[in-house]
């Protein structure tokens, strides 16, 4: 699957069904058959949707830790929290599960994010915020992550 480009304002209805936008869904719909993953964020409180491939990709990474050390194990029932798998409806609309709203913090508007490969869904405010507090470093963000020689990585 090629990259996921663009970021979607969204409203989620009172049992927490948020229609899939529809460019979002056009670049989705090689994967929409096989379902989607949803779990909590690890650094920030938003959710993160995963293609059923590529959570699958993800799993056989971590499967691939000593679960004999106390720290893995512990990484492992952590990152794997209130997973849940997922399907649009016939409708085009995802059902985010009540206990991933309340960690989100999802009300009524929200916004799905494009992230390379999945799909960030937060409360708009939230993102708007993490957004508005990420701008101010992420020049120097940019410079720590990219701006390694261009032999190392290839991007110039």
């Known amino acids: 699957m090629n990259s996921l480009i663009g ?36 650094f920030q409180s938003c959710l993160e949707l995963y293609p059923m491939k590529e959570w699958n990709n993800l799993m056989s990474k971590v499967n691939k830790l000593n679960r004999f050390k106390k720290k893995n194990n512990d990484f492992i029932r952590l990152f794997t929290a209130g997973v849940k798998m997922v399907e649009l409806d016939g409708s085009g609309r995802l059902l985010v599960p009540k206990d991933l709203i309340a960690f989100s913090g999802i009300s009524k508007n929200i916004v799905m994010s494009s992230a390379v490969s999945i799909v960030e869904i937060w409360d708009k405010e939230k993102y708007e915020q993490a957004i508005n507090d990420a701008t101010v470093d992420f020049a120097d963000l940019a410079e720590e992550v990219m701006g390694q020689d261009d032999d190392d990585n290839g991007i110039s």
């Open 7 to 42: 970021t979607y304002e969204c409203k989620a209805d009172v049992k927490g069904r948020v229609m899939m936008p529809s460019a979002l869904k056009k670049q989705l719909s090689p994967v929409l058959q096989d379902g989607f993953v949803i779990k909590r964020a690890v």
